[in-house]
């Protein structure tokens, strides 16, 4: 009996291996629960960002979706998202569209949709996955291989609204964990723009992320603007965020800049004078304008020369 030598061994076993590795792609490649999601590499075809999150398209596009509410057009990655937003904003999103879960370039009214809601198909911003297809058939057809329950976009979207309160409470924890969020240190980060120490601000601290996640704490939404307006002066070098938090100004949690309500040129005043309190909720910032004054602003209507104009 021929022995083999320790080179010819290793290159039999991984010949073996290979023919394993090669014979399984057939069976992954039909198998409907074997769905890529998010996408790794991001595909530079998907373009956006959920404001509300700040995840991407091109990682997350099987589950994106579209809406418009009174304030404008917006984007979300999921159905978390698109509820999380339209209970911000105090009311019901209209238009939204839905991506198809195995054909993500389609988009398509969501009320035509059907969906598939708790399967072993893996969803975006929830452990309760809900994803969308053309047809009452190819739902069933997925949720008979893969399990889950085929629902309508109304029903689908009253379980998301209901889930939300369980699930942010576990994504602000993620967050803080996974460095998404940095909570400030104090006596250590410093505001770049007024060098105050914003952990002494919880009701108006915020900060940035950068592309090369550097991260840049904020006093307040005055210093945040102004940063904006023009980062140079302040961090020497031209700045990209990837994503915004700003304190919401009641409970003091973080929240996402790009959905904030700002309440702009009330007499509350901030650690620098003149303020934008964020708020999560629209109807909360409408109802202090009442007591306070001022008016109530989204994202990209907010600048420092508003936040400034009494000074």
Known sequence: MRLYSRREFNLMALVCFALIVFEAVPVLADDPCA??????PPRAEFVGQCPNCGMIRSMWARTWMAFENSTGKYEACSFHCLADMAVKAGEKPRSVETAIYTAPEKMVPANTAWFVVG?????????????????????EAFAKSCGGKVQS????????????????????????????????????????????????????????????????????????????????PFANKDVKPTMIWVADYPSESWISAKTAYYLVGSRVQGPMGHEALAFDKNAEALSLSRQEGGNVLMFPEVGIEKIKAKE
């Open 35 to 40: 769905v890529q999601h998010p996408f790794m």
């Open 119 to 139: 399967s072993k198909a893996k969803g975006t911003m929830t452990m309760n996955s809900k994803i969308a297809f053309s047809s009452n058939e190819e739902a």
């Open 153 to 232: 976009f109304p029903d689908t979207f009253s379980l998301a609204r209901e889930e939300l309160p369980k699930e942010n409470a576990m994504i602000a924890q993620k967050r803080i964990k996974d460095g998404k969020i940095v909570e400030p240190v104090d006596n250590k980060d410093e505001c770049p723009v007024c060098h105050m120490y914003p952990a002494r601000y919880p009701k108006n601290r915020c900060q940035l992320i950068d592309a090369q996640k550097a991260v840049y704490h904020f006093c307040s939404t005055q210093c945040l603007f102004a940063f904006l307006n023009d980062p140079k």
